[in-house]
């Protein structure tokens, strides 16, 4: 393929057992119940590290949590407090919005005259690119032309009037900005039956019974939520039948995960293996849902050892489970394992959003420590800096940490509706208006499908490492701006040596490209980089029979100039499949040498199979 070349591997020799690289008979003699030894954290900042006394601060907070969905309302106020008073002492601010107002009411009022009897008479403005609320003919029709240009152009004057204040920190700016426009949202004519034209057509259609029917859907809907239980059509995609069913065994547990060792179905496979590290914000057979859409059953068939980790799904007793024991009982063991069953030959890793910010911490600490094992790292839509990190950022600053911190005290873990909740209202449009239009006033169901009901399949994150996930990398960005320790020790991403193939999503809310694309800047290594349409998840999810897919890639080698996301983009180019294809070529110009397939497990040292695949820490609730 254009722009890439044929990439010599890191030496393959497996290093001595060292403190830092313990055997795998050692990781696996810890019980699932076992607890995890723990060292004084010299990473934790005096803030985590204290004890503070028990008081009335903590129950205050989570009773304020209860309340505000786990939103900080000082964090809120301080933005909006931060706003106003710039805006306040910004008398020619002021005047702008004062003219803009002007203006824009002069347009619509002249708009208001001509709608009223020609509906093809142009707007005074238009939806932003991806707003699709008024895209039916039917809103040119008066009064709803009306409406929906009234509501654009406040919407307009709005977003003029909370960006570009003097002064306003930006991370203050950004939250104001966010939530004026998610109040906005709330109220747009297109989600009220009255004023929604397409709704009020519909209702004359059916007389009334899409209404019915959306009270019923909302009714559904409502007790399912009440019993914790799956979205309607969920229990269509069982774990390990309908999804998470590609061929395999458990051949290691302890305390955090399952590794999971896949069949062959080549008669030869490539002599080095994959292992693949998702996040443990997510259940892992998102990598392996429906055989057609699975990444797993793609690699299996194209002749490679897969190995992949299944997170166990923390509670209340797991509060203490740090940063560091997901790297060592997590990445670290399954690397020692997967070792142990192929040895002598080196692994490519695989990680997944914030397992590719882990594998990223295990490469940078094999690499100061001389462990040579990793072959390849290929990292699906992970920042590893977190200096501007999109809107996820919205919710993450010292006040709003502090505030989940004594909200995760109460259970010891951060529940995953609290999650789910932000990740929607960062798409609200996409997410919770639109989906509320279609199934509760059109009365109408969406189909349900292996990804949607994988993303209903939630997990949760244990009080202590979540907070020094967020102080961190979030917070503080130790991993990017080498501040970061492992084992009492610094370690830099620029002793990164191994080749790297790193994802990224045109529409990722979660992991902007943007931010994805500074691993170019903070590694020595040759970053071959490819930017696909999709979202976080959908673009990751992208078979080579998927209609529509395409993708920009091209190769940084460690020695060339640097290239900026935006030169970049104009440059790479441009081909219409999924990107799945140009991985696995990629991973084949590394992966020549053939060998027989591995034994499932090494039963002489210890690793004998356990359980079918997919186990029993991804059934866990």
Known sequence: MAGENVIKGLPRPRPPTTASNPPVLAERAVASTAPILQTPDPTGSEHEQQIRPAGFDQPFHQAIARMSGGLSPLALSQAYADWMQHLLLSPDKQLELLQKSGEMWQGFLSYWGRACTDQDYPACTEPQSKDNRFGDPAWRRWPFNLLHQGFLLTQEWWQNAS???????????????????QFLDSVSPSNFPLTNPVVLDETARQAGANLLKGRQNLLEDWRRLADQQKP??????????????????????NRLIELIQYAPTTTEVHADPILIVPAWIMKYYILDLSPGNSLVRYLVGHGYTVFMISWKNPTEEDRDLSLDDYRRLGVMAAVDAVSTIVPERAVHAVGYCLGGTLLAIVAATMARDRDKRLKSITLFAAQTDFSEAGELS???????????????????????????????????????????????????????????????DTTRMPARMHSEYLRRLFLDNDLAEGRYLAEGKPISLRDIRAPLFAVSTIR??????????????????????VLTNGGHNAGIVNPPDQPHSRHQIATHKDDEAYVDPDSWQAAAPVHERSWWSCW??????????????????????????????PGTYVLQP
């Open 394 to 456: 919205l919710f993450i600053d010292a006040d709003q940490v502090g505030f989940l911190e004594d909200m995760m005290k109460a259970r010891g873990y951060l529940d995953a509706r609290q999650m789910a909740g932000a990740f929607q209202l960062l798409r609200s449009n996409d997410l919770i208006w639109s989906t509320m239009i279609r199934d509760y006033l059109m009365g109408q169901r969406g189909p349900m499908i292996d990804l949607l009901a994988w993303n209903a």
């Open 508 to 529: 990722d809310h979660v992991a902007p490209w943007r931010s994805v694309y500074k691993i170019q800047m903070l590694t020595d290594a040759d970053v071959t980089f």
């Open 584 to 613: 696995l070529a990629w991973l084949d110009r590394q992966s020549i040498e053939k060998a027989p397939p591995p034994a499932m497990g090494a039963v002489d040292k210890g690793l004998t199979p356990i359980a079918d695949a």
């Open 232 to 253: 309607l059509g969920a229990e269509a995609f069982r774990v390990g039948h309908e999804v998470a069913a590609t061929p395999g065994k458990v051949i290691f547990r």
């Open 163 to 181: 960006t570009g204040v003097p002064g306003v920190s930006r991370h203050h700016e950004e939250v104001v900005s966010f939530v004026t426009r």
